[in-house]
């Protein structure tokens, strides 16, 4: 009898193309995603070499990392700061003369690009799904194996719809139990990369397994997945099932009639087989997740809210000890600092992590007849055209807006800050992206990185705040 | 792709664990559509001061090490976003090797697919060389790829661990994608298994229902 295998063994292998000797493989893509900021050194190397695009019927394209978030009824020639209009307008050209299928920014289809695969029924279980970005892993939570590649490979990609690869190891992450009431899959990524560190999973594809994960949404299994990348794992998958299955049947892309029956047949194959031994694991028991807060410039530096700023001194590595003596001075903390006394000026509620109609309704839930506190700059930014088109639908921007939100249009925004928005002055931010690095949200910028209801209980009472104090 | 055979130069110490790619190169920066001349902005937020002049306690501006050409960094080195442009940058400012206990993973790839030589060596051994990266003009250090060693300043020589295609790409500076589209017939029968098993994948971003 053949041995088990886990569900990364099973899409790897049905993904060899021929072993590249030395332990590194020729493995085959089924859908590559592009976006405008890591794709025009790779369309200029095809233009160079004088290559096509293999299958652009497996390519799809999108605007989302450097484009504004308003006036987007203007389309690209509405972006008004010419960096970031040159490079839409490259891919604008390189999709048209390489003949790859493109949501334009004025379109509803548009939306940060590991929002919109999902969404369409593009990414889907059993598939290898790579794009030019680390946060690629969020396309994980369909059973898929996918991950973040470079601009190099970008161009290998579109050049033969392959990549040169080592098999990774497998790792189980595993969680059991039901999340407590104001506890968010946010939280419960936090949680765990908090007690892997941030390259516990260096080398390894982590399979999401567990109660915890059986029981919550997709688009809870998309943040979690989403930030694998942040303790070091390239991938992070949770097995396919019925869950699964709902969420793909009528989306645009997804196979329908005939197809979808012999699909829908493969996929029941995934899920890995019962007595596989992983190469490391970790578990966690969810009763014991609180909602968390990071409070240094690393997500492995995160705390539950209730917590305080840790003391560096009580650190014995040296370059450990350096690391958060470096984030505490750059965020302008003092350890021991209770983490409900730190305020904040900006709010950010968005990015592939949070910007899905679940993570809206949860912070509306909190803004609903609040106002947003003084002093504080608060933005929601949904993650498509289709998310932000539902939330209207529901009432939801009326809410934020109401409350003092501002609402704007899809795209990364404020998680890498590309664009206009972004932290002035050095202001502290609550966030709901995945990156607290020195100034990724703006020059001196402080993130703190938190759950979509944590974000907005910290805009209503301008510092970081406890969700479950709110009734 | 440059060959890498052997190379001799300063190494220059950055003993920072978890040092990110954002770090490497700021993502504000990530709007050019070019790869080449992006050493201007390496290191921005910690090489230079606010108003643009250079931070002299930064390594890279002292003197003997603005011509390194090999970093001695700590654990978690490049972790982070995906961006190509922290090895584009590092490149452009003539580095050509990077030694650290453990780096991430896309980091890593990435490197190789530049012509730069990132090295995996324990964490004690890393040590002793941060500390031969500390003595200025005279840590120099060679790196033979061809018998996988690193030359410390006093000639000590230590092996380091690669595997054999990363290895065989480097000292032959091998385009990746012409040795893929020399297998284009394998390609082809994968391609057309593929089209059986699984023909709902075929055509599907040029086909909305």
């Known amino acids: 009898m053949a041995p088990p295998r886990t569900l990364f063994d099973k899409i790897w292998a049905s993904h060899v193309i ?9 493995i085959y893509i089924d859908l590559h995603l592009i976006h405008e900021v890591t794709t025009p050194q790779a369309f200029e190397g095809l233009k160079l070499a004088g290559r096509k695009v293999h299958r652009p019927d497996a390519t799809m394209a999108v605007a989302d990392h450097n484009i504004p978030t308003t006036n987007r009824k203007a389309g690209a020639a509405g972006i008004t700061e010419p960096d970031s209009k040159l490079q839409v307008d490259t891919l604008e050209r390189n ?20 929002v919109i695969g999902p969404e369409q029924g593009l990414s889907q279980p059993g598939m290898t799904i790579v794009c030019g970005d680390s946060h690629t892993a969020t396309h994980g939570a369909m059973g898929a194996l996918a991950f973040g590649i470079g601009t190099s490979e970008v161009e290998h990609v579109l050049a033969t719809q392959t990549l040169i690869q080592a098999p990774a190891k497998n790792m189980l992450i595993k969680v059991d139990g039901s999340l407590g009431t104001g506890v968010s899959p946010k939280d419960v990524i936090l949680a765990i990369i908090a007690k892997i560190g941030t ?23 998309m943040t979690v997945c989403n930030m694998s990348i942040e303790a070091g794992a390239r991938a992070g998958l949770v097995a396919p099932d019925d869950k699964t299955f709902a969420y793909m049947m009528g989306r645009p892309y997804a196979p329908k009639g005939a197809a979808w029956e012999q699909a829908l047949a493969y996929w029941k194959t995934l899920p890995s087989d019962p007595g596989v031994k992983y ?82 309704r949860a ?20 993650g498509s055209g289709h998310v932000k088109h539902q939330a209207e639908e529901e009432g939801l921007d009326r809410i934020f807006l109401e409350a003092g939100f501002e609402w704007r249009d899809a795209g990364c925004s404020m998680c890498m800050s590309m664009n206009d928005d972004k932290a002035m002055n050095g202001e502290r931010v609550a966030t709901t992206s995945n990156r607290n690095f020195e100034g990724r949200q703006g020059k001196n910028a402080k993130s703190h990185l938190m759950g979509p209801a944590m974000a907005a209980a910290a805009a209503v009472t301008g510092r970081l705040a406890d969700v479950r104090d709110f009734g | 792709m440059e060959k890498f055979t052997e190379l001799t130069g300063v190494a220059a110490p950055l003993p920072i664990i978890n040092l990110d790619t954002d770090k490497i190169f700021p993502a504000i920066y990530l709007k050019t559509i070019k790869r080449t001349g992006l050493s201007q902005w390496l290191f921005q937020e910690i090489r230079f001061r606010p108003d643009g002049s250079e931070n002299p306690d930064f390594v890279l501006n002292q003197a003997p090490y603005r011509q390194a050409k090999i970093l001695i960094g700590a654990d978690n080195f490049g972790c982070g976003s995906s961006r190509e442009h922290a090895p584009w940058a590092l490149l452009d400012f003539g580095i050509r090797c ?38 200025g003009a005279n840590a120099v250090m060679t790196i033979d790829l061809e018998s996988q060693t690193v030359s410390r300043p006093d000639g000590e020589k230590v ?48 086909k909305q229902a």
């Open chain 1, 95 to 114: 999709v048209k003369e390489f003949g790859v299928p493109y949501f334009p920014i004025d379109s509803i289809d548009q939306g940060i690009v590991h």
């Open chain 2, 159 to 206: 092996h380091f661990e690669l595997d054999a295609f990363r290895k065989r790409c480097l000292l032959n500076g091998i385009d990746d994608i012409g040795l893929t589209e020399q297998k284009g017939a394998d390609i082809g029968n994968y391609e057309e298994k593929a089209r059986l098993g699984r023909p709902w994948l075929f055509g599907m971003t040029q």
């Open chain 1, 279 to 360: 190469d490391k694991e970790a578990h966690l028991d969810a009763k014991d997740i609180a909602p968390h807060v990071t409070w240094g410039t690393n997500p492995e530096q995160a705390a539950p809210i209730t917590g305080r700023v840790p003391d560096p001194a009580q650190v014995d590595d040296p370059l450990k000890r350096a690391f958060m003596e470096r984030a505490l001075q750059y965020m302008q903390l003092q350890p021991n600092t209770r983490l409900t006394d730190v305020p904040v000026q900006r709010v950010f509620i968005g990015s592939c992590t949070n910007s899905r109609i679940e993570d809206l």
């Open chain 1, 363 to 382: 912070a509306a839930a909190i803004a609903k007849g609040r106002k947003v506190a003084d002093g504080v700059v608060a933005l929601v930014v949904p």
């Open chain 2, 98 to 135: 990077v030694i650290a206990p453990s780096f991430a993973d896309i980091f890593y790839n990435n490197c190789f697919k530049n012509g730069i030589l990132p090295i995996k060596l324990p964490k004690e051994i890393c040590d002793e060389l941060m500390e031969d990266a500390k003595k």
């Open chain 1, 199 to 221: 390259a516990g999973g260096t080398g390894h594809v982590f399979e999401y397994a567990g109660s915890t994960f059986r029981d919550m949404s997709m688009e809870g299994r």
């Open chain 1, 18 to 26: 021929a072993p590249q000797g030395e332990g590194t493989y020729l």
